[in-house]
């Protein structure tokens, strides 16, 4: 039988995303950041919801272009870091020795020594309630070599991405891997499916 914990957003896990953004004086900061997913297929877009309270919310207004960078277990004291102090009280990238860069295609920092960041435009913006959603348009992503696989494409535990307990508040890294998505159940329900129709 289930028990009742109430209505609260617990679903697990959530990203360990560091959202990095320019302020009004063009310094780079950088935010840790649990609540944020994958939102469209086509155009590719994510969201990230963020308090208004948050030095970062200014940034995304007034910038209209933020960064997705995911850390890996090794920085996993930074990232925290980087959700722990306000960027309107601290240089967080000098703080941990970490390096902003600035991207390509929006204004808006990386920080280079993470493996993986997406390039994002803010297309639209949603208040929700104690957050507000902006959904960025990815234009670009940059992955380190040593994370590619044979596939071409970023391999999630060559990144060793860190994952987040919601409203517990603990890390973790992945485990072990279990199968190909939308191939395992095949043999249970002999079934076809196209995950990402074109």
């Known amino acids: 039988m289930k028990?009742?914990?109430?209505?609260?957003?617990?679903?697990?896990?959530?990203?360990?995303?560091?959202?990095?953004t320019y302020d009004s004086k063009r310094k780079p900061n950088a935010m840790?950041?649990?609540?944020?997913?994958?939102?469209?297929?086509?155009?590719?877009?994510?969201?990230?919801?963020?308090?208004?309270?948050?030095?970062?919310?200014?940034?995304?207004?007034?910038?209209?272009?933020?960064t997705v960078c995911v850390p890996s277990v090794k920085y996993a004291h930074q990232?925290?870091?980087?959700?722990?102090v306000s960027g309107k009280d601290a240089?967080?990238?000098?703080?941990?020795?970490?390096?902003?860069?600035?991207?390509d295609l929006v204004d808006a920092p990386y920080v280079k020594e993470f493996s993986l960041a997406l390039e994002c435009r803010v297309v639209h913006k949603l208040e929700i309630g104690s957050h507000t959603q902006f959904i960025g348009e990815v234009l670009d992503?940059?992955?380190?070599?040593?994370i590619i696989g044979e596939n071409g494409l970023?391999?999630?535990?060559?990144?060793?991405?860190?994952?987040?307990?919601?409203?517990?508040?603990?890390?973790?890294?992945?485990?072990?891997?279990?199968?190909?998505?939308f191939s395992i159940g095949k043999s249970e329900h002999n079934t076809?499916?196209?995950?990402?129709?074109k």
């Not at 997913?37 to 309270?53: A, H, R, T």
């Not at 990232?79 to 722990?84: K, R, V």
């Not at 992503?141 to 040593?146: E, I």
């Open 192 to 197: 076809e499916y196209n995950p990402d129709p």
């Open 154 to 181: 970023p391999d999630m535990l060559k990144a060793d991405p860190i994952v987040v307990g919601a409203k517990t508040w603990c890390y973790h890294r992945l485990g072990n891997y279990l199968g190909q998505a």
């Open 3 to 20: 028990k009742s914990v109430g209505a609260q957003p617990l679903i697990f896990p959530s990203p360990l995303w560091v959202v990095g």
């Open 141 to 146: 992503v940059k992955a380190d070599d040593y």
């Open 32 to 66: 840790a950041l649990a609540w944020g997913g994958i939102c469209c297929s086509l155009p590719p877009c994510v969201s990230i919801s963020v308090q208004k309270i948050r030095y970062t919310y200014r940034n995304l207004l007034d910038r209209e272009a933020f």
């Open 79 to 84: 990232a925290d870091y980087f959700g722990i």
């Open 91 to 103: 240089d967080k990238f000098s703080a941990t020795g970490l390096t902003p860069v600035r991207g």
